[in-house]
């Protein structure tokens, strides 16, 4: 029965079935979403931590699959986002106890100057769909932000987001003042008109070309 349940969120998941009222995707309309079957697994003695390794995560990586082999776009993955944080609403008292550990905390914001957030929201969705606790900064956020927000949480990891041109530049003045206020911090960018090569550039130690190989950068700092 368990893993019936475990089964069913994780196809929830998957395909973006937020809840009961949800017409999408056409195939489960009428049917219980993440919402209610997360709550009636943690009721039928599920675990919070079985919902989240053996249900959550493991259909958040097969979204990212399916979006980095275009298979799906980004309404689909937003979908998929949605779920899934239909769902972590329901552990998240378990994360607030310390019942369920976090792989770790992880800051995330649009730097100063650009106004755009759906790559950062997706982001930021699935990261905490893939077991980290993740602070949003928001969108134009200064320099000065990130640093209060490393300062408050110094072995967090800090993701910094720009959709233009125009912005991406600033990038690197948030870098170098993360990097005073702790050096040892670890940050990853990413946006449209990003690189490897650009974030490397600039100081930055990861760059996620897509959520999926941003998280499997995470995962690998985490290990």
């Known amino acids: 029965m368990n893993q019936e349940l475990l089964e069913k969120l994780s ?15 056409p195939q489960m309309k009428g049917l219980p979403g993440a919402d209610e079957i997360t709550k009636e ?22 979204v ?4 980095s082999e275009n298979k799906i776009f980004v309404p689909q993955m937003l979908l998929s986002a949605k779920a899934m944080s239909a ?18 905390t992880f800051i995330l914001g ?15 969705m699935m990261v905490e769909g893939a077991g980290w606790e993740v602070i949003d900064l928001g ?7 990130f640093v209060e927000a490393v300062l408050q949480n110094p072995h967090a990891v800090v993701g910094i987001s720009a959709l233009l041109t125009t912005t ?15 050096p040892e911090t670890k940050i990853i960018v990413g946006g449209a008109p990003l690189s490897a090569e650009f974030a490397s550039s600039i100081g930055a130690d990861g760059y996620g070309k897509n959520p999926q190989e941003g998280i499997m950068w995470l995962d690998k700092i985490s290990a």
């Not at 649009?110 to 930021?124: A, E, P, R, S």
């Open 87 to 104: 769902s972590m609403m329901h552990l998240k008292p378990f994360f607030a106890n310390g019942s369920v550990k976090r792989k770790g």
């Open 168 to 182: 991406m530049v600033h990038m690197k003045p948030v870098i170098d003042a993360i990097r005073i206020a702790v």
């Open 110 to 124: 649009t730097v100063y100057g650009d106004l755009h957030d759906i790559g950062k929201n997706l982001f930021g």
């Open 139 to 145: 969108i134009d956020v200064k320099i000065e932000k």
């Open 41 to 62: 697994a943690l009721e039928a003695g599920v675990t919070p931590t079985e919902i989240l390794n053996d249900a959550l995560i493991t259909a958040m990586n097969k």
């Open 64 to 67: 990212g699959q399916k979006f």
């Open 11 to 25: 196809e929830c998941v998957e395909f973006g079935k937020i809840n009961l009222a949800s017409p999408y995707p």
